[in-house]
């Protein structure tokens, strides 16, 4: 579960097979949850907590770049159009929104919200059909507050889906094209599989955006008031939790300031969009400030 969750759907057969002695090496520790007897048979649940460096550098040693396990939750908007008939299927009557949310799987990072029934989208949409792949959807999905979203238009045509994903996420859009061929219709799950399908296609994307790239060492100074030790201790939690952080020291200390060096496996804007969400950030200076 781990694994699927740090490394894109291609990578994942390289350690398929990782010898026991290789994977106990990485365990930074362990609890025991639960433990119960049941008719003479000892069962337990146990946590166990990796070491987050010993797992990326295990990984970088095989040519395997990793991510950061972020969850999002993200508007997906599916529109189906059947090319056989003309006809244009939202909503209710569109299976991939009816079925997108059935089955939840923890190894997806991605979680979707589907967006209710709306007439005068839904018109929108059909007055545009003919240009529908240069159809802007942001000013239908503004109304649900978020800059991130999936569009996904499927174009069907006898045993055959072509789908156009308009994908939006971290502020970038990109186009996605997927064609799946030779449906067996009578195969009552053959939405499921599309979907599973897509999902893993959707999954590997944002885990693009969030790789944890081993060869940038970004090195970072940052100085925080001393006296504000609540912020200092938000701060260095955040740098504990953040996959993206190599490593972190204190520098320099005094009564006025405390200096961290920081090295960050990824850009400075990446640095400065990830902690801003949490702190206001100073960097008009060579040391940036906490405030």
Wanted: charged share 30%; aromatic share 14%; proline share 1%.
């Amino acid at each position: 579960m781990l694994l699927k969750n740090i490394l894109s759907s291609k990578d994942l057969y390289r350690v398929k097979i990782t010898k026991l002695n290789e994977i106990k090496t990485m365990v930074d520790s362990f609890s025991i949850k639960d433990e119960k007897f049941i008719n003479d048979n000892y069962i337990a649940n146990f946590k166990v907590l990796f070491d987050k460096k010993k797992i990326i550098n295990y990984l970088n040693l095989q040519d395997i770049i990793t991510s950061s396990p972020i969850k999002n939750k993200i508007i997906f908007f599916p529109v189906l159009i059947d090319l056989n008939t003309n006809e244009l299927f939202m909503y209710k009557d569109n299976l991939f929104y009816n079925k997108w949310n059935t089955e939840v799987n923890k190894k997806f990072l991605l979680n979707y919200s589907i967006p209710a029934e709306d007439l005068e989208d839904l018109q929108l949409i059909q007055n545009n059909i003919l240009n529908i792949e240069n159809f802007n959807f942001d000013q239908i999905l503004k109304k649900y507050n978020t800059d991130e979203y999936i569009v996904c238009i499927f174009f069907k045509q006898k045993n055959n889906f072509k789908i156009l994903s308009k994908i939006k996420l971290n502020q970038d859009l990109s186009i996605v094209r997927t064609e799946i061929t030779n449906i067996n219709y009578i195969n009552k799950n053959f939405e499921n599989e599309i979907i599973e399908k897509l999902k893993i296609i959707y999954d590997d994307h944002w885990k693009s955006i969030n790789q944890i790239n081993t060869s940038i060492k970004l090195s970072i100074t940052i100085s925080i008031n001393s006296k504000n030790l609540n912020k200092i201790n938000m701060f260095e939690k955040e740098l504990e939790f953040s996959d993206m952080v190599y490593d972190y020291r204190i520098e320099k200390m005094s009564n006025f300031k405390t200096i961290y060096k920081i090295l960050y496996n990824g850009t400075p804007d990446k640095f400065i969009s990830n902690f801003r969400k949490k702190f206001q950030l100073d960097i008009s200076k060579e040391i940036w400030e906490l405030k």
